[in-house]
């Protein structure tokens, strides 16, 4: 079954960096593009940002650009989003998601169970 | 971007009553590129909806989509306990894709 596994979060001082990382099973990964997506404590959802199946496209959403950088190894069916510069405001659970064939971004079918990233002194 | 608008913020059913949840968009949304997603505490969101009144890969038939240009429902026909959750929407037509704030629908 489709499957997505997300790791990495954790405790890190403001100013700090972390790797979160989405490893993918029951799809052929790299024919889709795949987003990270992250919740506040109860707050809502945010998009952070998307990349293309070959990597050759990703884009950001404002909040997070030139901080985060999205990337992905399709031969380990791996996404991984780098985070530096971090924030109090980025403390949040981090979600990978699929998005369906056809589409760049958007309509996510398939959700990891999350990671949570707590940026605290 | 797009503004996405949910309301109410808080709807309290009973089991068996009809639930409608609107999303209001802040300008059109293109080619009706609107999802809506069920999440219950500690899990990840489920997608419900998307197309706007397309029904994803094992949804029930009780959940329904409506709605183009600004204006969007989800409702839901004949509320089960397990449908006891926040719904929010999203808007993919355009670039950034915006969630709504959420409506949570709880019991009465």
């Known amino acids: 079954q489709v499957q997505l596994v997300e790791s990495g979060g954790g405790l890190v001082k403001p100013g700090g960096s972390l790797r979160l990382s989405c490893v993918a099973s029951?799809?052929?990964?790299?024919?889709?593009?795949m987003s990270w997506i992250r919740q506040a404590p109860g707050k809502g959802l945010e998009w952070l940002s998307y990349?293309?199946?070959?990597?050759?496209?990703?884009n950001y959403a404002d909040s997070v650009k030139g901080r985060f950088t999205i990337s992905r190894d399709n031969a380990q069916n791996s996404l991984y989003l780098q985070m530096n510069s971090l924030r109090a405001e980025d403390t949040a659970v981090y979600y990978c998601?699929?998005?369906?064939?056809?589409?760049?971004?958007?309509?996510?079918?398939?959700w990891g169970q999350g990671t949570l990233v707590t940026v605290s002194s | 971007e797009i503004v996405l608008t949910q309301s109410p913020g808080t709807l309290s059913l009973s089991p068996g009553e009809r639930a409608t949840l609107s999303c209001r968009a802040s300008?059109?949304?293109?080619?009706?590129?609107l999802a809506w997603y069920q999440q219950k505490p500690g899990q990840a969101p489920r997608l419900l909806i998307y197309?706007?009144?397309s029904r994803a890969t094992g949804i029930p038939d009780r959940f329904s989509g409506s709605g183009s240009g600004t204006d969007f429902t989800l409702t839901i026909s004949r509320v089960e306990p397990e449908d006891f959750a926040v719904y929010y929407c999203?808007?993919?037509?355009?670039?950034?894709?915006?969630f709504g704030g959420g409506t949570k629908v709880e019991i009465k």
């Open positions: 197309g706007a009144s």
């Open positions: 990349t293309s199946g070959s990597s050759s496209y990703t």
């Open positions: 300008q059109s949304v293109s080619s009706s590129y």
């Open positions: 029951g799809f052929t990964f790299s024919d889709y593009y």
């Open positions: 999203q808007q993919y037509g355009s670039s950034p894709p915006t």
């Open positions: 998601a699929r998005v369906p064939r056809g589409y760049t971004y958007g309509r996510e079918d398939c």
